[in-house]
């Protein structure tokens, strides 16, 4: 790992941020982490790029790396930011930590080198047994993954739609698929993971074929 401009992609912020604290000099950090009441990661928000806007252009006689750490950046934060990762202030320039590459959008991928550090727990978290689901199960998964990042969730959310079409124990009529593509559009507008999960899970079991 080097210290430069660029998003690095890592399911463990905190040690990628504690080994670029290692690579500084006299460079200034500036670390914009965006979470809960509760300190827990969560999705970067409006409020936060407007504070990244505005911190970029507070004057710097030393090269000053703005931090952005979060698992998930949505489009529309993206876009807000996007004028000043091309074209920063003097003396300033952006690292974003985050979970996942498929999430950054092309502009800025085109803007910012990528560095894969972590593959995200994504992968490694699913353990539910969609073709036996009932009650207890939806209950234990949904809280085995109350804290996931939104952008795992809805990758979550995906495997378990096509799991539960490939089962085919379960009556996916047009309602329910409504349900899984709503869940999606939910957790770019900010649900709990936990919320969506336990609406999705509740909804599928519903349709269980008997």
């Keep these: 790992m080097r210290l430069a401009s660029g998003v690095i992609i ?3 912020p905190d040690e990628v941020l504690a080994s670029l604290e290692q690579l500084r000099r006299d460079e200034i950090f500036t670390i914009i982490k965006s979470e809960d009441e509760k300190g827990n990661p969560k999705e970067f928000l409006v409020v936060h790029a407007k504070e990244t806007i505005a911190k ?4 710097s006689d030393k090269l000053n790396y ?3 750490i979060a698992p998930s950046f949505s489009d529309v934060v993206q876009n807000r930011l996007l004028k000043i990762l091309e074209e ?3 003396n300033k320039a952006f690292i974003i930590i985050t979970e996942s590459k498929s999430a950054i959008l092309d502009t800025v991928k085109s803007r910012m080198p990528i560095t894969v550090l972590h593959d995200s727990k994504s992968e490694e978290i699913f353990t539910l047994d969609i073709e036996n689901l009932n009650l207890a199960k939806v209950y234990e998964s949904v809280q085995e993954n109350s804290r996931l990042s939104s952008v795992e969730c809805k990758k979550m959310v995906e495997k378990i739609s096509l799991l539960a079409m490939k089962s085919g124990k379960y009556r996916l ?3 329910t698929l ?3 593509s709503d869940s999606i559009k939910a ?3 900010g649900s709990p993971t936990s919320f969506i999960l336990n609406t999705v899970l ?3 079991l519903a349709r269980k074929r008997r």
Excluded: Q, R, S
């Design 178 to 180: 409504k349900v899984f």
């Design 56 to 59: 970029a252009y507070i004057a």
């Design 173 to 175: 009529d047009e309602a």
């Design 202 to 204: 509740l909804k599928l």
């Design 187 to 189: 957790l770019d507008m």
């Design 88 to 90: 920063p202030p003097k």
């Design 10 to 12: 890592t399911g463990k």
């Design 66 to 68: 703005i931090i952005l």
